[in-house]
């Protein structure tokens, strides 16, 4: 039995190379399991084979899942290009050997994920199977497809974070003025004067009793202090006003001689 090998390299990553073998009885959806299996392809919605010419034209297209399709087409009978809408193959349907028309077939796989992968498959050899070998299988490999690096979410905004649920705000709630206490009866009070007259007698009977102890200390700090130990009655210092007339001043100090020490 025969045995298909195709080279398969990726749009917009240079490091990677399969190669791949494949009985041509084998259909474009197993062939699309090997494709998705060998290049770690995630998070499928959808692919499809884009069988082309030697001018990578596309002459067939061949899809995962059921599609309509507006395809151009000359239309003899008048004698121009409508629009027809047409149902394409499915893979689990399109077996590869039917759509095989050159020794060295090209076709392009796209697969539709996260992000779009594009591939160029090329049929360069075809051979003698081992009856040893299960097939498809991968016969080379090289490179990887580069994965999408999912970022984390931003953080937040200081003025924006969460408040821990301890440091929450209280919420006072307002109250009605029908549930305040009534205070009016505060705004009116009464004087009793007999209490006011106790007050007044206690405190008149307390500046009496205090009274004759201030007396007595003002007379002690103010009055007869003694005499001055230092000086005797006679040597009490004298004022100008008690002398009547000046001239007494002159006798009383006409005995002082001055001395021989005197000068």
């Not at 349907?93 to 392009?108: C, G, L, R, S, V």
């Not at 200390?217 to 100008?240: A, F, N």
């Amino acid at each position: 039995m025969l045995i298909y090998r195709f080279r398969i390299t990726a749009n917009d990553h240079d490091d990677f190379l399969r190669e791949v073998e494949i009985q041509p009885n084998h259909t474009f959806l197993e062939f699309h399991h090997l494709l998705v299996e060998t290049a770690e392809l995630r998070n499928l919605s959808g692919a499809s084979f884009f069988m082309t010419d030697k001018t990578n034209k596309v002459k067939h297209e061949i899809t995962l899942k059921n599609t309509k399709k507006q395809v151009r087409k000359y239309d003899d009978d008048i004698g121009e290009v409508v629009l027809e809408s047409v149902v394409l193959p499915l893979m689990k349907d399109a077996k590869i050997k039917n759509y095989i028309e050159d020794p060295h077939q090209t076709m392009n796989y796209v697969f539709h994920g996260k992000e779009i992968i594009s591939m160029h498959i090329e049929l360069f050899k075809i051979l003698q199977s081992d009856n040893l070998i299960s097939y498809p299988r991968v016969a080379r490999k090289t490179g990887e497809i580069r994965k999408i690096v999912e970022l984390p979410p931003p953080l937040l905004a200081p003025e924006a974070e969460a408040i821990h649920p301890e440091t929450k705000p209280l919420k006072i709630k307002p109250v009605s003025a029908a549930k305040l206490p009534d205070t009016s009866k505060l705004d009116v009070i009464v004087e009793d004067m007999d209490e006011i007259k106790a007050i007044e007698e206690e405190l008149s009977e307390l500046i009496e009793e205090e009274a004759p102890q201030i007396l007595v200390e003002s007379q002690v700090s103010t009055g007869d202090e003694g005499e001055d130990p230092e000086y005797g009655d006679d040597e009490k210092m004298e004022h100008l006003e008690d002398f009547e007339d000046p001239d007494q001043l002159d006798e009383r100090y006409s005995n002082y001689r001055e001395g021989p020490d005197d000068y």
